[in-house]
């Protein structure tokens, strides 16, 4: 039986513990995508209130930062909700799992799309956090610089420093079709200068996107590995209501793929990945009634379970 690097047993054999991430949204990011400056309305699949945890104070609510931003009024306010979410958080691991050590996930939109003081001022903040090891910054390839690469390499020396890039394909078909704004050339050049710094890359790729066959989703675990990424995220296309993609697929256009199809694609790439790639996700489940298809998505232990009996039928141990 192969033992798949999982991030549990990454970080236990790193820091002799389990090391659990906090998810953090802070008002006033936004993304590219979104705010018109590469295009409007975001991915098709993007429901961002469907990011955890929920935007909910609304003073903020109309003030959205971009890297020329030349003042950020809500500093203070962005780093006491900083402090809080993570607290909160903490507090909750820490009484379910007797969690003991951290990392900051700065995960709601793109959290490299300010100006550098700004993601300065929150980086740090988070880092000086009591059993905090490390960030993970999730973000879009055409949201980070030359300048943010070689601050997060200087924080690397004595922090664990993860940078998640949405990949979702390496066909640009594909990243038009879900109106992505950015194009694989570009996300090939920026996952590479982040590697040539050093810096830990991990990768979203969905499967099921849009007039994608399974070869082509295979295509880009092989452009992962080629790239060198240090972990990978999978997970399915699902359809929630408010996306464009809801539109899509009541239209007919769309469609969702089985969880056969999806665990046999999860199961042929597990077999292409080197030992040495941590896998951090293998499928997102959303329950409510905000999903639209496909139904078998809504639960996230069902899904589990198959993949699991899956994957140890082919001999790994996931
Ligand atoms: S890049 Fe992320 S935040 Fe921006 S539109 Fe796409 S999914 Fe949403």
Request: aromatic residues 12%.
């Amino acid at each position: 039986m192969r033992e798949v690097l999982t991030a549990g047993r990454y970080y236990r054999e790193k820091y002799g513990c389990n090391v659990y991430k906090t998810p953090i949204s802070i008002l006033g990011f936004t993304c590219p995508n979104i705010d018109g400056t590469v295009a409007k309305g975001g991915c098709t699949f993007c429901e961002n209130e469907s990011f955890s945890p929920n935007l909910t104070e609304k003073s903020t609510k109309k003030f959205y930062l971009n890297p020329k931003s030349a003042e950020n009024p809500f500093l203070q306010s962005q780093l006491v909700q900083l402090e809080s979410q993570f607290n909160q958080t903490k507090k909750v691991l820490t009484k379910k799992f007797g969690a003991k050590k951290f990392i900051v996930y700065f995960q709601s939109f793109s959290n490299t799309y300010a100006p550098l003081e700004t993601l300065k001022a929150l980086y740090e903040r988070a880092l000086s956090f009591d059993d905090v090891v490390g960030l993970s910054i999730g973000t879009r390839t055409d949201c980070i610089t030359d300048e943010i690469l070689d601050y997060l390499e200087e924080l690397s020396k004595d922090k664990e420093i993860w940078v998640e890039y949405g990949i979702q394909s390496i066909y640009d078909e594909t990243l038009d079709s879900i109106n992505r704004g950015h194009s694989v050339e570009n996300m090939f050049e920026w996952i590479k200068k982040t590697k040539d710094r050093g810096l830990k890359v991990c990768g979203h790729l969905i499967y099921g996107l849009p007039n994608e066959t399974q070869e082509m989703m295979l295509d880009s675990v092989s452009a992962s590995i080629e790239l060198k990424i240090d972990s990978l995220k999978f997970h399915c296309m699902y359809i929630t209501k408010n996306t464009m993609m809801a539109n899509e697929f009541k239209a007919g256009k769309i469609d969702t793929i089985s969880q056969e199809f999806y665990i046999d694609t999860l199961v042929k790439s597990f077999k292409m990945l080197p030992k040495d790639i941590m896998i951090q996700r293998v499928c997102a489940g959303i329950g409510g009634d905000s999903l639209l298809s496909p139904k078998w998505c809504s639960d996230k232990h069902t899904q589990m379970k198959s993949i699991k009996d899956a994957l140890k039928k082919e001999g790994f141990d996931y």
